[in-house]
């Protein structure tokens, strides 16, 4: 999987699909990235909350956000202590109605796919998230969207994709009481012909770009913008 998904709903949409409370400061994201403040719904929460993916801005330092800070693997949730713990106490699901990932075609080229579901329809991560103080003292979240072996769709561009979970998954994923061996049962594949990819725009690649024009089928293109004939 790579560092970008979409969450195009509307805030009536998403309350309808996910029965919460949406806050005003909700807002469609068509370029979700890394340490920028996105939609979560958490255990024993009734409303939508706003956690950093991965990391706050301020420690990126402008540098490349390591997988590990914004992906957790299914396979090794239970083998890290700090995965382990928030696998079992803080469990998130992800809003998302798509997420894009890059296929490289040669050594330095690579082009930018949407995979979407169904018919473009809204879906959720699995995710798991923290609390911890910041160099001021302010108490931050962040969340981590935890991913699985790809799918035969998927795998023609990626060996991993998130974790997609169904709306009966959601509530057991959600509630306290779910039993560990039962959690991890909950984090499969998502079935490949319940989806669909498309190339589109390579100024996803800049996290400042947003907008529904980011969403658009375009032809093939690499992140210099040079078309391609191998698609």
């Not at 950093?52 to 956000?65: D, F, H, L």
């Not at 909950?186 to 498309?198: E, F, N, R, V």
Request: proline content about 7%.
């Amino acid at each position: 999987m790579g560092d970008r998904y979409t969450i195009t709903a509307d805030a009536e949409v998403l309350s309808e699909r996910f029965n919460i409370d949406v806050p005003e400061r909700y807002k469609p994201r068509y370029n979700a990235a890394p340490t920028q403040v996105l939609p979560v719904v958490t255990q024993d929460s009734k409303g939508l909350s706003f956690f950093y993916w991965g990391q706050i801005p301020e420690r990126s330092k402008n540098k490349t956000i390591g997988a590990k800070l914004i992906l957790s693997e299914k396979e090794t949730l239970a083998e890290k202590v700090s995965s382990h713990k928030a696998l079992l106490q803080s469990r998130c699901i992800i809003p998302a109605d798509g997420f894009y990932d890059w296929k490289r075609i040669s050594k330095k080229s690579k082009i930018p796919y949407r995979f979407i579901f169904g018919n473009d329809q809204t879906i959720s991560f699995a995710g798991i998230w923290e609390e911890f103080e910041d160099d001021e003292e302010n108490v931050v979240h962040t969340f981590k969207i935890i991913t699985t072996p790809a799918n035969s769709i998927v795998s023609e561009v990626s060996a991993r994709m998130p974790a997609v979970l169904t709306p009966e998954a959601e509530k057991l994923w959600l509630d306290s009481n779910t039993p560990e061996d039962k959690l991890l049962e909950l984090l499969a594949p998502y079935p490949s012909d319940q989806m669909g990819s498309y190339s589109v725009s390579p100024r996803i690649s800049d996290i400042n770009n947003e907008g529904e024009s980011l969403i658009k089928p375009m032809a093939p293109a690499d992140q210099f913008g040079n078309y391609s004939l191998f698609d």
